[in-house]
Each structure stands twice: as C-alpha cells, then as structure tokens.
T-cell receptor, first 113, second 114 residues
Framework: SQQGEEDPQALSIQEGENATMNCSYK?????LQWYRQNSGRGLVHLIL?????REKHSGRLRVTLDTSKKSSSLLITASRAADTASYFC?????????????FGQGTTLQVKP | DGGITQSPKYLFRKEGQNVTLSCEQN?????MYWYRQDPGQGLRLIYY???????QKGDIAEGYSVSREKKESFPLTVTSAQKNPTAFYLC?????????????FGPGTRLTVL
C-alpha cells in the first residue's frame, strides 16, 4: 500500500490565493520530498525536508513537517495560473539507504486566472 | 544541457511483443530508477540500480526487466508477461548519498498496448 496519502485530491482556487496541500505517512522517515508534475510531463523536485527539520522555504513555497503526527503540508502563496499541476509528496524510509521514494497519489491543483 | 532523456515519447505495442524504453542521463549520477504511473495515481517503483552492473527489484517488477551496462544508461524492457502494460513510464536518477538527495526525472514514455 502507498506510504503517503494526500489531501485534498483536488483543489481549485483563484489566482492570488494561497493553496495548501497535506500529506500523511505511516512509518518512520528519513526525509520527505515534494514534487510537481505538469500534465503528461515528468516530475520536478520542489523541496526536500529532513526528519529533523520542521519547516523549509523556497520562494513562494513553504513546507512543514510534523513527525509526531506523521504529516507534512505544502503551502503555495500568491498562486499563479502557472502553478496549475499535480503535486506529490514522497517519503524516504528511515531505514533506507537506497533513496527509494514512496509516493502519495497526489493533489491536483487548478489555479484560475 | 545536463539532464535525463527518455525515448520514445510515445510507444505502441501489440499484444505479445516485448518493447524497450530508453533512459539516458549525463548528470554523472550513480543511481537510476524506473517508475510506472497510472492515470490519477502516484508513481510506483519498478526497478532501481545503485551502481553499474547491479540492480534490484522494486514494488512491481513482475513482467519487466532492466540492464545497467553503462553508468549513463538504464533501459527498461516491458515483456509480454506484463499483463497490463499501458501506463506512463518515468525514469529518474540521483546522486549519493541517495537517502539525502532528490531524484531528477526524465520527460516520460507513454506506452499503449493495442
């Protein structure tokens, strides 16, 4: 079964609004990563947050990690139409040295102009 | 340009045929991965390789085979034993230490069985 579950499955907002996506996982992790996928394309890495970190920022992106709740959130501020894509969280298990990623099913974000 | 290339972009296969998907990287990464993505789903790991001439099965390896004869190349063969091969296939690579680095993805190959 998938390690990560994302919520919501789909999100539709107006340009300029903030978008928040959540990811929950089941077992101990080494790190958690967020990726973006435009329709029919490959994945693009956004942020990697390690298990001993609580928050990371990259431009308009903010990721938080709560290991006690086994959850993470991705916040996109001041969204743009170009942010329309699917967003996936992926975890690397705490015991892993292979870099094996376990993906959630993703959140589809639509930003309306 | 540095990156990962996959070819072809679209591939059509008849029932009973084997097909090979190409993945090449010039990032000098040691590890390479193959994933399968079905509509509306996340990615599932098929095979991965941490070093030349070595590879391991992922979560859904049945009906697939790989080789890693060169550091730059990690081709995936979808055999006739794969019962439902129609999907989007993504290749990725990463550098050591693998557990601390992101993966870089190619543009994908969409395989359709006719």
């Amino acid at each position: 079964s998938q390690q990560g579950e994302e919520d919501p499955q789909a999100l539709s907002i107006q340009e300029g609004e903030n978008a928040t996506m959540n990811c929950s996982y089941k077992t101990s992790i080494n790190n958690l990563q967020w990726y973006r996928q435009n329709s029919g394309r490959g994945l693009v890495h956004l942020i990697l947050i390690r298990s001993n970190e609580r928050e990371k920022h990259s431009g308009r992106l903010r990721v938080t990690l709560d290991t006690s709740k086994k959850s993470s959130s991705l916040l996109i501020t001041a969204s743009r139409a170009a942010d329309t894509a699917s967003y996936f969280c992926a975890t690397v298990l705490g015991s892993s040295n292979t870099g094996k990623l376990i993906f959630g099913q993703g959140t589809t974000l639509q930003v309306k102009p | 340009d540095g990156g990962i290339t996959q070819s072809p972009k679209y591939l059509f296969r008849k029932e009973g045929q084997n097909v090979t998907l190409s993945c090449e990287q010039n990032l000098n990464h040691d590890a390479m991965y193959w994933y399968r993505q079905d509509p509306g789903q996340g990615l599932r790991l098929i095979y991965y390789s941490q070093i030349v001439n070595d590879f391991q099965k992922g979560d859904i390896a049945e009906g697939y085979s790989v080789s890693r004869e060169k550091k730059e190349s990690f081709p995936l063969t979808v055999t006739s034993a794969q019962k439902n091969p129609t999907a989007f296939y993504l290749c990725a690579s990463s550098m050591y230490p693998l557990e601390y680095n992101e993966q870089f993805f190619g543009p994908g190959t969409r395989l359709t069985v006719l």
